[in-house]
């Protein structure tokens, strides 16, 4: 099992930058693949970012390719999202979260999620 927490969000300006970390402070994260999820109130979770258990591969969401990018770090046992070219729209509450299952778009074969960071982007 593992417990994960995210932090860095906040206030920033739009087109600005944030970014964000995934840290377990139990487990290990290292053979999972992981997952970056955004919600905001009244709509469902949104994949926003996948990454492979080694790093070596990733992919995003259209509407935040090529201004996020996720990256991980397994012997600090904590994953990223750096954000560049922040948008009123990338208001929300972000979660990661550890995946199980195969489908790495769906928030349903992820098992583990981390209380969430919420980032407000004002225009």
């Known amino acids: 099992q593992v417990q994960l927490g995210e932090s860095g969000g906040g206030l920033v300006q739009a087109g600005g930058s944030l970014g964000l970390s995934c840290a377990a402070s139990?487990?290990?994260?290292?053979?999972?693949?992981m997952g970056w999820f955004r919600q905001v109130p009244g709509k469902e979770r949104e994949f926003v970012a996948a990454?492979?258990?080694?790093?070596?591969?990733?992919d995003y969401a259209d509407s935040v390719k090529g201004r996020f990018t996720c990256s991980r770090d397994n012997g600090k046992n904590t994953m990223y999202l750096q954000m560049n070219s922040l948008k009123p729209e990338d208001t929300a509450v972000y979660y990661c979260a550890a995946r199980r299952g195969s489908r790495k778009y769906s928030s349903i074969d992820y098992a583990y999620w981390g209380q969430g960071t919420q980032v407000t982007v004002s225009s």
């Open positions: 139990r487990g290990t994260i290292s053979t999972y693949a």
């Open positions: 990454i492979s258990w080694s790093g070596g591969n990733t």
